[in-house]
């Protein structure tokens, strides 16, 4: 196997570590908002729409880059089925975190909330204003949020695993470059 495909490429790599922490902080930011409603709950709205738009620019762009870019094969010894659970895993990361945003941003304009990013930028609605539609889509907004922190835990348990216990090059091949 040549150096390439060892490694994740460098614009993946870029992507992964700098959205890794801005989808932890938006699961923390997201678990505050719903645990007070203190005047932190208001600040903690204000970080969150943005930052979800963002995530959502990141995830479109890190898409494209795993669709043109080759991914590192995992190893051979690795049972089949955990390559397909690997896979699918890292499919429904990309749907969540497409899908997270989108949500919200629909759920915000059912409700006929503003959605203010910075300065002067406002997001225009999506989806009409609409209690009903606000409702099924803060339901969604949640099971959403479940299953990203869920499906985040499981990358996380992985990577650990491959990195510490296997060491069998899967998390080099997104923590580092070439060798």
């Known amino acids: 196997m040549s150096a390439d495909q060892k490694h994740f490429s460098p614009p993946a790599r870029l992507l992964h570590w700098l959205m890794a922490p ?17 005047s932190w709950h208001q600040t ?5 729409k943005p930052l979800g738009i963002a995530i959502l620019g990141l995830v479109s762009v890190r898409f494209i880059v795993r669709l043109t870019h080759r991914t590192p094969p995992l190893p051979n010894d690795m049972p089949r089925w955990q390559q397909h659970i690997a896979h699918l895993s890292h499919w429904v990361f990309y749907a969540l975190l497409f899908a997270m945003p989108l949500v919200g941003w629909s759920m915000l304009s059912a409700g006929g909330f503003p959605i203010h990013l910075f300065g002067p930028v406002n997001l225009p609605p999506i989806v009409p204003q609409d209690v009903q539609l606000y ?5 969604a907004h949640t099971v959403l949020a479940l299953l990203l ?6 990358h996380l348990g992985a990577a650990l695993f491959h990195g ?16």
Not at 25 to 37: D, E, K, P, Q, S
Not at 149 to 154: G, H
Not at 164 to 179: E, W
């Open 22 to 38: 801005l989808v932890v902080a938006m699961l923390f930011i997201g678990v505050g908002m719903v645990a007070t409603l203190s």
């Open 135 to 139: 409702a099924l889509l803060r339901s």
């Open 44 to 48: 903690l709205l204000a970080i969150h």
């Open 164 to 179: 510490l216990i296997r060491r069998d090059g899967v998390f080099s091949s997104m923590a580092k470059g070439r060798d």
């Open 149 to 154: 922190f869920a499906t985040f835990l499981a």
